[in-house]
């Protein structure tokens, strides 16, 4: 059974959903499936699944720029980065603080037989813009689930932070000369695609070395 929080945070989800040009329908059909899927998830869950993604963007970003970019692109990396760290020390003190618990340790990752080098300059940026995909999605997936309005209100934040870069890295693949997915400009999709906790954290795991 849903409680109170989940309810009122459903609702707004809907009404950002709509208002983004989907049917109200199809809006409740998205978030009912994230809630049915996700019932056992708790905040710190939630907190803990974010900051492992967030360790690996910050490992992504941080190879990245040992790669020879053009100047702009490489300074969109840098800035990137920042606002990782800047994320894994929010989620960390929330996990230490105001849920007294243990942060998830930092794994060690891995991109299969991707070489971080000016050959493959476009799959890096392709990567990247996977990551951000996901990382958008996996926010979003959350925000329905989440019951502390601080994480909510944290979530959300980052969510659009994360979109703002993969609007960015897709502008960067285009100036290179490579395709994205979709309509072929910066801004692709009049809306962002949700995922479950438990997609978020298959995707994730692809990168965890074992």
């Not at 960067?172 to 072929?184: C, D, K, M, N």
């Amino acid at each position: 059974m849903q409680t109170q929080p989940q309810n009122l945070a459903r609702r707004k989800f809907v009404k950002v959903l709509t208002a983004a040009g989907l049917s109200t329908a199809l809006a409740h059909s998205l978030v009912g499936q994230a809630l049915a899927q996700s019932q056992n998830v708790s905040d710190l869950d939630v907190l803990n699944l974010a900051l492992t993604a967030e360790y690996l963007a910050t490992d992504a970003y941080t190879r990245a720029l040992t790669v020879s970019f053009p100047s702009e692109i490489r300074d969109y990396l840098a800035e990137a980065l920042k606002h990782e760290e800047a994320h894994v020390k929010a989620l960390t003190d929330t996990i230490r603080g105001p849920f007294n618990a243990t942060p998830v340790a930092r794994p060690q990752f891995t991109y299969g037989d991707l070489q971080f080098n000016a050959a493959n300059r476009l799959k890096v940026l392709e990567t990247l813009v996977a990551l951000e995909t996901a990382f958008t999605g996996a926010y979003l997936g959350a925000i329905p689930l989440i019951q502390n309005k601080a994480v909510l209100s944290a979530a959300a934040s980052i969510a659009m932070n994360e979109e703002a870069h993969l609007a960015i890295l897709r502008d960067a693949v285009l100036t290179l000369g490579g395709r994205v997915e979709g309509p072929q400009t910066p801004v692709g999709r009049a809306v962002a695609v949700a995922i479950t906790p438990q997609q978020a954290t298959q995707a994730v795991q692809g990168f965890i070395r074992k």
